[in-house]
């Protein structure tokens, strides 16, 4: 049986929980589901068959089709004495609400069985795209495994290619304007039918990464822009009608810096959310081109 271990440091506090939805829990099934997300999320061809595509996922990470079975591999965690702490899950808000989370500590993840050498890379850019657990979206969860670190933007993003170009080479780094982009993005948009990666930004850095609750600047900021430009029509993600946001905004520590990265995604809206004119607005709040407190 084939295995790879990744000891990971939580970088921005983790909202994962047990059985009851309040006691602090790494859980194998949320790594694994995030992992099919981006999985997904970067392998999608314009053109292609979707059933295929659907069978192959399934074959990697399981299904409830008999004929199909589990996933290739399995996840074992064993935790280190990670600490714990009430956080706001809504960091930019004062007297906020609170909820119990991981807020730093070291943990292992092994991969066992097939398609470890998969495994290993999804888990890597899952890693380096978001993070894990609840307000993942919006810079929660991020974890990072121990022998990755960044000296520069340009580091990150260069390994950030490499590994996307390992399932779809429609991605390539623009060394120009610090971005990675897909090269099909209208294609993409016409015809995805779930979330597609279409392109990732570098946004605003925050000194420090050398005590983690420095991290909460960054926090502060993805939530502040969230709020200011989501006020209206649930651009940004709704619940009624379910509607997932198009961005998943993260925090990468590169060098001494928490940086703001923005991973945006095609995706087909509800009827009821067609104008997404001010977008740029809030990309704008997250990439140095304005304050975060700046209201519009």
């Not at 089709?65 to 591999?73: A, L, P, R, T, W």
């Not at 960044?150 to 996307?164: A, R, T």
């Not at 991290?215 to 209206?232: P, R």
């Amino acid at each position: 049986m084939e295995n790879v271990t990744f000891k990971c440091e939580i970088i921005t506090p983790m909202f994962m929980y047990g059985a009851d939805g309040r006691t602090p829990e790494i859980r194998p099934s949320e790594f694994k589901g995030m992992m099919r997300f981006w999985w997904r999320a970067v392998t999608w061809i314009p053109g292609q068959d979707n059933e295929n595509l659907l069978k192959k996922e399934s074959e990697i990470f399981g299904s409830s089709d008999e004929k199909i079975g589990s996933s290739k591999f399995r996840i074992r965690i064993k935790e280190n004495n990670l600490q714990t702490d009430t956080i706001q899950p809504l960091p930019h808000k004062i007297n906020a609400f609170r909820r119990r989370a991981f807020i730093r500590g070291h943990f292992i993840v092994e991969f066992l069985g097939e398609e470890i050498n998969t495994a290993n890379q999804v888990f890597t850019l899952s890693c380096l795209l978001g993070g894990f657990g609840y307000r993942s979206r919006r810079g929660f969860g991020k974890i990072l495994p121990n022998q990755i670190q960044f000296e520069s933007i340009k580091d990150y993003l260069s390994m950030v290619e490499e590994l996307l170009k390992e399932f779809n080479t429609d991605y390539y780094y623009d060394k120009e304007n610090s971005k990675i982009l897909h090269k099909n993005e209208s294609e993409v948009r016409k015809e995805a039918n779930y979330p597609v990666l279409t392109e990732m930004l570098i946004g605003k850095s925050f000194d420090g990464t050398a005590n983690h609750y420095n991290s909460f600047k960054a926090l502060a900021c993805i939530g502040e822009c969230t709020h200011v430009f989501n006020l209206k029509g649930g651009k940004l993600g709704a619940a009624k009608p379910r509607f997932a946001s198009p961005y998943y905004v993260s925090v990468i520590p590169i060098s001494d810096k928490f940086y703001i990265t923005l991973a945006k995604l095609a995706i087909n809206p509800p009827e009821n959310i067609r104008d997404f004119s001010n977008l740029q607005g809030f990309e704008d709040c997250l990439c140095n081109k304005m304050r975060c407190e700046d209201r519009r």
